[in-house]
């Protein structure tokens, strides 16, 4: 089956850094686009960042460019969100999600498009 393991979240203070984690089993990972998501209640999940199959494409919503870099390693088949300059607005419990590419050059930013999903790990930034 395949299972989606996000790790790394955590408290941290406004400015500070998080890396989070999100290892792959049950697929030939290098044939998924992958994606970070973030939910707070009351409001829908969000897109965050995204990356292609093979590394070479990625996107990110406005609010965390500069900041924020996805990236993976096919040989561990684990992709990571690097966190920096972490603001109050980014509390939220994010989820890892994949799907399968298509498109080398297309990268979803709609949680419909996704397959599979993570159990979320708490992301909180206190001010």
């Known amino acids: 089956q395949v299972q989606l393991v996000e790790s790394g979240g955590g408290l941290v203070q406004a400015g500070g850094s998080l890396r989070l984690s999100c290892a792959a089993s049950?697929?030939?990972?290098?044939?998924?686009?992958m994606g970070w998501f973030r939910q707070t209640p009351g409001k829908e999940r969000e897109f965050v960042a995204a990356?292609?199959?093979?590394?070479?494409?990625?996107s990110y919503t406005d609010s965390v460019k500069g900041r924020f870099t996805i990236s993976r390693d096919n040989a561990k088949d684990t992709v990571f969100l690097q966190m920096n300059s972490l603001k109050p607005d980014d509390t939220a419990v994010y989820y890892c999600?994949?799907?399968?590419?298509?498109?080398?050059?297309?990268?979803?930013?709609?949680?419909?498009?996704?397959?599979?999903w993570g159990q979320g790990t708490q992301v909180t930034v206190s001010s």
């Open positions: 990356i292609s199959s093979s590394g070479g494409s990625t």
């Open positions: 049950g697929l030939t990972f290098s044939m998924y686009h």
């Open positions: 999600a994949a799907t399968h590419s298509w498109s080398e050059d297309y990268l979803s930013t709609r949680s419909s498009n996704y397959d599979t």
